[in-house]
């Protein structure tokens, strides 16, 4: 059963007619990882923003449907959109030092969810809070608690927010490029523990990133964007067995492989490129927005 | 082939601030911990390590940003290890660095051509406007660029001003701290691939410095693997792929995710 079903979805600049989401369809299933790869400015994030509502000022909605748990997300009033947002979905962003308040201890950043989603009381939320940070695998939680972002490291700030992305018990979230900004060892933590976080409350996920590696460990089905358009969805076993779409086959053969140097950082030949533009300006000769 | 640089017992400690008590000096911390090695002219030499493992500081002494606190650093057989600011200026268009992120190391209300221009004018290099348009030629980047701003460029197009800046002084040695970690895999690919051309046709020796295993693999012919400010591991690229002697070097291999769901990964 899809937890999240994106149908047709195009998203445009207010008032020009060129579309940065060009018909996008997509299913997520409770419980699943559907990872959203492509280079910078595919629209990647772009999609885990028009399901939280969270698209720039000067970005429109021009067609399509966002359904969450059954309910066309874009035909409820506003109050009620933003209610089942803040009640079902989370957050987990690139860069953990802007999310976090800087002037604020960690206590109150986390407890702040339970106390305003689920209305608990402030000597509950925090000791709820403690028991986040433990099952994020964070050692000494009443002292981390207690202490400001910047005592603390990028890998620790990082879990402190998956801990807040899950405190509310929401049934689905965006992880956008959450390890891009840390080093290797501590990626390998990281995803792992979001593998292992989502798994134990089966949450459904968006996780987007460029990393095919990262894809191959923490999704089970994906979709391949370029220009805003899904150029191959699928699962991930029959992705990195036998890619479909020639752009498909040319990101991986991008991908470094520490195993494999001959073929890694391969650039995208100009010829694929060319081939994948044409195909997006056909899909939108047929757009009328 | 003669070695470019000669480091020998490297160290460098930097007063700690997030220690710092209110009143009187912050304690140190050592940083680099003894580090000696040699790198060849013509060579890619790959310096790796996690985040804190004092990757960056030794780039930044070999360029000598930083000044080391003991040690030797010798530079085309020159010792530059505490030479002043103004005995080091006529060297410095010699050793050139890339940035991590090009858009907070490029001035954003410079246009591309006096980005590139203006250290070429600083070193007093005849026509720096030409020389300027060379560079964006090697770098494979069409003239237009010259009068836009680098917002109005991609992240790889603006990594490759930053490189371009870089070659425009004809150095004998860049150091590129971390140069590709901010671009998606495609971008990536283009930047690296243009940066093994330039090594070859210009003659540079390169320190490239990266947490990726991978990107190291493809690109350098030698390897320095840094772990808390110590060298854990130096070793020619293939030997250190084949037979990864220290546990660390293994970590950091274990912990690069392969694009293969059957890797193992646990």
């Known amino acids: 059963m899809s937890y999240l079903t994106i149908t047709d979805l195009s998203v445009r600049l207010a008032g020009s007619p060129a579309r940065l989401l060009r018909d996008v369809s997509l299913t997520v299933k409770s419980g699943e990882v559907h990872g959203l790869v492509g280079e910078s400015g595919a629209g990647k994030s772009m999609i885990g923003k028009a399901v939280l509502g969270i698209l720039p000022r000067a970005v429109e909605i021009a067609s399509g449907r966002i359904e969450l748990d059954g309910a066309d997300l874009l035909q409820l009033p506003a109050k009620e959109h933003r209610r089942r947002i803040g009640r079902f979905c989370a957050l987990i962003p690139q860069d953990p030092l802007t999310a976090l308040n ?78 891009t900004a840390l080093d290797v060892t501590v990626q390998k933590q990281i995803l792992k523990l979001i593998r292992e976080m989502q798994a134990r409350h089966d949450t459904a996920m968006l996780f987007v990133t460029h990393d095919l590696g990262v894809v191959s460990k923490v999704c089970q089905s994906l979709s391949v964007l370029y220009a805003g358009k899904v150029v191959e969805a699928t699962d991930i076993a029959t992705f990195f067995r036998a890619p479909a779409h020639a752009y498909s086959r040319a990101l991986l053969a991008a991908t470094p492989k520490y195993t494999d140097p001959d073929a890694s950082l391969i650039p995208v030949p100009p010829t694929v490129i060319e081939a994948v533009r044409a195909e997006v300006e056909a899909a939108d000769e047929g757009w009328r927005g | 082939m003669s070695d470019l640089y000669a480091v020998r017992d490297l160290s460098l400690t930097l007063p700690d601030l997030t220690r710092k008590p209110l009143f009187g000096p912050a304690p140190h911390t050592e940083i680099l911990k003894g580090l000696s090695f040699t790198i060849r002219k013509g060579a890619i030499l790959g310096i790796v390590g996690g985040s804190g493992s004092g990757k960056s500081t030794l780039g930044r002494a070999l360029v000598r940003l930083l000044e080391p606190t003991g040690g030797s650093v010798s530079f085309e057989g020159r010792d530059i290890t505490h030479l002043t600011e103004g005995e080091i200026r006529p060297l410095r268009r010699r050793f050139q660095m890339i940035f991590q992120d090009p858009m907070s190391s490029l001035n954003p209300r410079h246009r591309v051509g006096q980005l590139i221009a203006a250290p070429l004018r600083l070193h007093g290099v005849a026509d720096p ?117 220290a546990a660390y070097t293994r970590e950091l291999l274990d912990a690069i995710p392969l694009p293969d769901p059957d890797q193992s990964w646990a």
Not at chain 2, 158 to 180: C, M, N, S, T, W
Request: hydrophobic share 45%; net charge neutral.
């Open chain 1, 102 to 179: 800087p002037s604020r201890r960690i206590a109150p950043q986390i407890m702040n969810r339970l106390t305003d989603i689920l209305g608990w009381e402030a000597s509950r939320a925090r000791k709820r809070a403690a028991e986040l940070l433990d099952e994020v695998h964070i050692p000494d939680p009443e002292r981390v608690l207690k202490s400001y972002p910047h005592e603390l490291s990028g890998g620790m700030r990082q879990r402190i927010l998956i801990a807040s992305a899950f405190a509310a018990e929401p049934k689905f979230i965006v992880a956008d490029e959450p390890t």
């Open chain 2, 129 to 245: 406007r030409k020389a300027a348009l060379d560079a964006l030629d090697h770098v494979g980047l069409p003239r237009e660029l010259a009068g836009r701003y680098p917002h109005e460029l991609s992240g790889g197009q603006r990594q490759r001003v930053g490189i371009a800046r870089a070659i425009a002084l004809k150095p004998a040695f860049i150091l590129a701290d971390e140069i590709v970690s901010g671009l998606d895999v495609s971008s990536q690919a283009q930047v690296l691939v243009l940066l093994e051309r330039l090594v070859a046709d210009l003659g540079l020796t390169l320190a490239f410095i990266s947490h990726d295993m991978s990107v190291v693999r493809r690109l350098c012919s030698r390897v320095l693997v840094l772990h808390r400010g110590e060298i854990v591991e130096d070793a020619p690229t293939a030997e250190l792929f084949a037979n990864p002697r």
